[in-house]
């Protein structure tokens, strides 16, 4: 194996997907600490204000104490370097959230133990089912009272449509947590509450046939419930298929408590045994091979290869200063070293990145090399925009585009001051250009009437922020009560004569694609059923 070759094997690359409050902030705190990247567990978010150290970018964060951006953290661990890319969850949560799933090359679903699936979870989990990314379950807090165990599976398989198959099994939750039993080993593994912040270090191996030392640990009355559960188990739960998992098609699920420390490092060496290096990424060109960065289509002449990535994401302002904007790349092939040349597919140009960089725990540092599976952001001029392709100087191919994903909050926009129009119009495009907002207008009419539409709120108040700050131009909003769209793939009429509900409203984004807005879901069904023939798809692909 050459270097390129063993640097991107170590690559695992992964976002975490959960519900407010599941657990993910502290899991990837336990993350980092047995990587060693941070010495006490706490220290990546201490709600409002450590949390500034990680992305103090926006005016607007400083104003609220929290984080409007995603960014991606790189830590080792036995061997493996690994990129977890963040996805904002709370009231950040944003399309960005979405396309930062286009990044990772699977995913780490942290569940409740005592709610089970929630909604967030379901909207992320749906997301990375496009990609057919592997998912691996970390369901969390069993040292408060849980769910049944059963129940919590049959969640998850009747709600996101996996199969589940439990690496281990918990034994008892809240205050009868007593570890949880590894089915591969037969072995308990006992639970011992470990300061926050400190590795796990007290929990014991117990055989399961070692009856006297598991009565002795467990009582008896959790030993027979234990017992009982793994024949129940055993005969009714999916077979582990290694492949299956690869595919998505099944989610290895394991127990734990990331605040106590339980259960984490256990799944961080399972996870990093099943999941996968970067793999080939589709191009226009055919897959694109993680190592060479030779499209198949060209296998037979490979003209240069090498270095491949593609922008998921773009920030603006972190600098206000200059206002500059940073462009987010996941890194799809080959090695990145400073200096290089590398072609913009989109523009043509051939270029070097701009102060590439990339995040190390909680420092910002500038990028000597870099390698398939990374995450950089570099200085974008102006000319960059989501889903663009960069890659060496011979070749040109183009990454699989993302797809615009379906906002959720809708309102009208008004100017304040009608004089600006020019400064309005040219800002509001800029910020969706940038991804941050979408833009639709009413189907009829022109320009006139403007209607903004977000995957979360906050981003409304990042709109009207940035118009004032950048351009100075203030807006108002009025809030609209739809907050279902779907992308119209399909009509047998025209437009205008869609049968529709009275909740229904016709639109069309910027390319001209036609929408259908709905307040109520039932209604969206219900004009499938009116109207033979047409399509109707949550996300959009032009
Ligand atoms: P999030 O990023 O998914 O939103 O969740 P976060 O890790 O911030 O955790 C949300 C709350 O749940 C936090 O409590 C956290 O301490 C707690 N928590 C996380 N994992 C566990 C667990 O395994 N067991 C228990 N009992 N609690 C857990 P908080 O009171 O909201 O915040 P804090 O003051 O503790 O930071």
Redesign the pocket.
């Known amino acids: 194996m050459n270097q390129i070759e063993s640097e991107i094997a170590k690559r695992r690359t992964f976002a975490i997907i959960?519900h407010?409050?599941?657990?993910?902030?502290?899991l990837t705190e336990k993350f980092l600490l047995y990587g060693g990247a941070i010495n006490l567990a706490g220290s990546v978010k201490g709600?409002a204000t450590a949390r500034h150290a990680v992305s103090d970018w926006m005016e607007i964060e400083k104003q609220r104490g929290i984080s409007v951006t995603s960014s991606a953290l790189q830590f080792e661990y036995d061997g493996c370097c690994i990129n977890i890319l963040d996805t904002p969850?709370?009231q950040d949560f944003s399309e960005d959230t979405y396309r930062t799933l286009m990044a990772a090359d699977s995913a780490v679903m942290?569940i409740d133990a005592s709610k089970g699936v929630e909604a967030q979870t379901k909207k992320l989990f749906k997301v990375c089912t496009l990609r057919h990314i592997p998912i691996f379950t970390f369901i969390?807090?069993l040292?408060?009272d849980a769910r049944d165990t059963f129940d919590l599976l049959d969640d998850i398989e009747k709600n996101l449509g996996i199969d589940t198959c439990p690496v281990n099994w918990p034994i008892g939750s809240g205050k009868g947590f007593k570890g949880v039993y590894e089915r591969e080993t037969g072995e308990v593994i006992t639970y011992s509450d470990t300061q926050k912040g400190t590795k796990e270090g007290t929990a014991r191996r117990i055989p399961l046939s070692d009856r006297e030392s598991i009565l002795a640990e467990l009582g008896e009355a959790a030993a027979e419930k234990l017992e009982e559960e793994i024949d129940l188990l055993d005969g009714a739960s999916a077979e582990f298929d290694l492949e299956e998992v690869r595919a998505g098609m099944l989610t290895p699920v394991f127990f734990g408590?990331?605040?106590?420390n339980f259960g984490v490092e256990i799944f961080l060496q399972n996870f990093l045994e099943m999941a996968l290096p970067p793999t080939g990424r589709m191009t226009d060109k055919g897959l694109v091979d993680p190592v060479t960065g030779v499209p198949e289509n060209e296998a037979d002449d490979p003209k240069n290869g090498g270095f491949s990535a593609f922008v998921f994401k773009i920030q603006a302002n972190m600098n206000k200063a200059h206002r500059d904007r940073i462009a987010f790349m996941r890194i799809c092939s080959g090695k990145y070293e400073a200096g290089m040349e590398v072609r913009h597919v989109q523009s043509g140009r051939v270029q070097r990145l701009s102060q590439p960089q990339q995040l190390m725990a909680s420092d910002r540092k500038i990028l000597e090399e870099a390698y398939a599976g990374d995450i950089i952001g570099v200085f974008d001029p102006g000319l960059y925009s989501i889903g663009d392709t960069f890659c060496m100087p011979k070749e040109e191919f183009r990454y699989e585009g993302i797809p615009t994903f379906a906002p959720e909050h809708f309102a009208r926009v008004r100017q304040v001051d009608t004089m600006k129009r020019d400064q309005f119009v040219k800002g509001i495009n800029q910020i969706a250009q940038e991804g941050a907002i979408q833009i639709f207008q009413e189907y009829n009419t022109g320009m006139e009437e403007i209607i903004c539409g977000v995957v979360g709120m906050l981003q409304f108040d990042v709109l009207k922020f940035r118009l004032k700050s950048e351009y100075n131009v203030e807006i108002l909003l009025d809030t609209l009560p739809y907050e279902h769209i779907r992308w119209i793939t399909k009509c047998e009429t025209p437009i205008d004569r869609i049968t529709g509900t009275t909740d229904m409203k016709r639109i069309r984004d910027l390319k001209g694609n036609p929408l259908l807005l709905f307040v109520n879901p039932w209604s969206v069904q219900m004009v499938l059923d009116r109207n033979k023939g047409l399509e109707l798809e949550e996300f959009s692909r032009n």
């Open positions: 959960s407010p409050d599941a657990g993910k902030t502290t709600k969850g709370h942290v969390n807090k040292d408060r408590s990331a605040l106590t």
